[in-house]
């Protein structure tokens, strides 16, 4: 019945949960329950109806470690309730988050440096200069790109291999090369 009922999700769950509360007593298969189906709902039922019994306060406690805030179920706690073994069960799971956090400040840790390292060697590829040859021409006016005593030598030279004289291109080259978007548009015809 406790199968089917939590097969089905939604209410049927809930009441599920309320049949391994209220008729088998299994605090265990009630925690391995909302385990299994991590509903927020079921959780806040079982830490209602377990906080009203001090004695199971701490089992549900070591349970809800890694589902749920345990601040929720020391707030159910009423001042001057005497629950047997809460302190160690406070510490375990104190500790229990304490690594979590130190795993979680390891890993941010480690990707803060990956990516310190990565963008450190783009930036020094980018800086990078790029061999050009006497033979390649500019791809607007088709002169040489390298040419001795003209003012043609500030030249530049795009991610696609395309250089271009700085003053053919003055207005003309936007955000892509020309003779690349030419391209394109020649290849789009055909297709």
Same mark, same amino acid.
């Given at each position: 019945?406790?199968?089917?009922?939590? /097969?089905?999700?939604? #209410?049927?769950?809930?009441?599920?949960?309320? +049949?391994? +509360?209220?008729?088998? /007593?299994?605090?265990?298969?009630?925690?391995?329950?909302?385990?299994?189906?991590?509903?927020?709902?079921?959780?806040?039922?079982?830490?209602?109806? @377990?906080?009203?019994?001090?004695?199971?306060?701490?089992? %549900?406690?070591?349970?809800?470690?890694?589902?749920?805030?345990?601040? %929720?179920?020391?707030?159910?706690?009423?001042?001057?309730?005497?629950?047997?073994?809460? /302190?160690?069960? &406070?510490?375990?799971?104190?500790?229990?988050?304490?690594?979590?956090?130190?795993? &979680?400040?390891?890993?941010?840790?480690?990707?803060?440096?990956?990516? @310190?390292?990565?963008?450190?060697?783009? #930036?020094?590829?980018? !800086? !990078?200069?790029?061999?050009?040859?006497?033979?390649?021409?500019?791809?607007?006016?088709? !002169?040489?790109? &390298?040419?001795?005593?003209?003012?043609?030598?500030?030249?530049? /030279?795009?991610?696609?291999?395309?250089?271009?004289?700085?003053?053919?291109?003055?207005?003309?080259?936007?955000?892509?090369?020309?003779?690349?978007?030419?391209?394109?548009?020649? %290849?789009?015809?055909? #297709?």
């Amino acid at each position: 019945m406790v199968y089917l009922l939590g /097969r089905m999700g939604g #209410v049927e769950a809930a009441e599920a949960l309320n +049949i391994i +509360i209220h008729s088998i /007593r299994d605090i265990e298969m009630a925690i391995e329950f909302c385990k299994e189906h991590d509903d927020n709902d079921l959780w806040n039922a079982l830490i209602n109806e @377990f906080s009203k019994h001090p004695e199971i306060v701490t089992k %549900v406690l070591d349970g809800i470690v890694d589902y749920v805030n345990p601040a %929720v179920v020391v707030e159910k706690i009423k001042m001057g309730q005497n629950i047997p073994n809460l /302190r160690p069960s &406070l510490i375990k799971m104190l500790w229990h988050y304490n690594i979590h956090f130190e795993v &979680l400040s390891s890993a941010q840790q480690i990707q803060l440096n990956d990516y @310190f390292e990565i963008h450190s060697e783009i #930036v020094t590829k980018q !800086r !990078r200069g790029h061999h050009v040859s006497y033979e390649q021409l500019c791809s607007m006016c088709q !002169r040489p790109v &390298l040419m001795i005593g003209t003012h043609y030598n500030c030249i530049i /030279r795009l991610e696609c291999g395309h250089v271009y004289h700085k003053p053919c291109t003055q207005g003309k080259l936007q955000k892509n090369c020309t003779e690349c978007y030419l391209w394109n548009l020649a %290849v789009e015809k055909y #297709v």
